[in-house]
Nanobody
């Protein structure tokens, strides 16, 4: 059974930083790509960042490039999202997800993910 638990969300002023963590239970964490998505009120869930199973490759949405960084620690079964220079438009519930297939090189669509966390709220005030 795979469980993903996000933490680190909260309220921050524009220009500030937050670091989200996603701790995974279950076996073979290091064999799967991991991703972060977000959903703002009244909007569709959107891709934010992804990291390959090895951690050697990352993908970022254009809206967060230069501000967000995704990383992982396979020994701790944890993936991180470092968010800097936050903007009010970054306000959303952030979800982490694990890819459906092992050894996925790039997974930027929801359909490529099978397991999802419960989400953590990030609110950026202006």
């Amino acid at each position: 059974q795979v469980q993903l638990v996000e933490s680190g969300g909260g309220l921050v002023q524009a220009g500030g930083s937050l670091r989200l963590s996603c701790a995974a239970s279950g076996r073979s964490f290091g064999s799967y790509a991991m991703g972060w998505f977000r959903q703002a009120p009244g909007k569709e869930r959107e891709f934010v960042a992804a990291i390959t199973w090895s951690g050697r490759g990352t993908s970022l949405a254009d809206s967060v490039k230069g501000r967000f960084t995704i990383s992982r620690d396979n020994a701790k079964s944890t993936v991180y999202l470092q968010m800097n220079s936050l903007k009010p438009e970054d306000t959303a519930v952030y979800y982490c997800a694990r890819s459906a297939s092992p050894y996925t090189v790039e997974a930027v669509t929801e359909q490529e993910y099978e397991h999802w966390g419960q989400g953590t709220q990030v609110t950026v005030s202006s």
